[in-house]
């Protein structure tokens, strides 16, 4: 059963992403969010709403793959589980709306309502820092859950809103998938 909504006036609306450690690093063959130089030499930002991803970039992956001081993290269905609950609760502390989330093994989506015009750093640091202490308190605690930083793509409208909750309503393998409007879609058959 969805939870209630927040009694908040939502003034804007954030498309958070981020990867767990070590499986999405920037230059990854599948593209990524962040900055690049582009062909030209120029340094280009693909993190804006509806624009493309950076393309692969084999010296920078490696290079950063050469960094990792850890194995990567693929998480499981009873953590991407927990994690919502976390994210429920986190949100509605901060008075904000949580629209939807999807979570594979390797990354983690959010849709967040937000009033005023809070830093969206802010916003996606509470939502992995929690998520740090929900994983942390089921076991095998570590301090490297999630790659540093992450997307961050204000959406301009509604019709934004809409198209980024498709998005995460037809990811691929997810563990998880959760809309304000449907409750919980993936895995199919279980409430929250």
């Given at each position: ?62 290079a ?48 967040v ?16 820092a ?8 089921m ?54």
């Amino acid at each position: 059963m969805p939870e209630p909504i927040n009694l908040v006036n939502i003034e804007r609306y954030w498309f958070l992403t981020w990867t767990t450690y070590g499986s999405w690093l920037p230059g990854d063959e599948r593209g990524f969010v962040g900055s690049d130089f582009d062909d030209r030499g120029y340094l280009v930002d693909f993190n804006e709403f509806a624009t493309p991803s950076a393309p692969p970039n084999p010296n920078l992956f490696g290079a950063l793959e050469r960094r990792l001081k850890s194995t990567e993290v693929l998480l499981a269905a009873a953590q991407a589980s927990a994690l919502l609950g976390q994210f429920q609760e986190t949100t509605r502390f901060r008075s904000w709306l949580l629209i939807a989330t999807g979570i594979v093994r390797t990354h983690l989506h959010a849709v967040v309502g937000v009033s005023g015009d809070p830093d969206p750093e802010k916003i996606l640091g509470d939502l992995k820092a929690y998520g740090t202490r929900c994983l942390n308190r089921m076991g095998t605690p570590r301090e490297d859950w999630w790659t540093r930083g992450g997307s961050n793509r204000k959406l301009p409208d509604e019709r934004a809103v809409e198209t980024v909750v498709h998005y995460i309503r037809n990811q691929a393998n997810p563990l998880l998938i959760w809309t304000r409007s449907e409750g919980l879609i993936v895995p199919r058959g279980v409430e929250k």
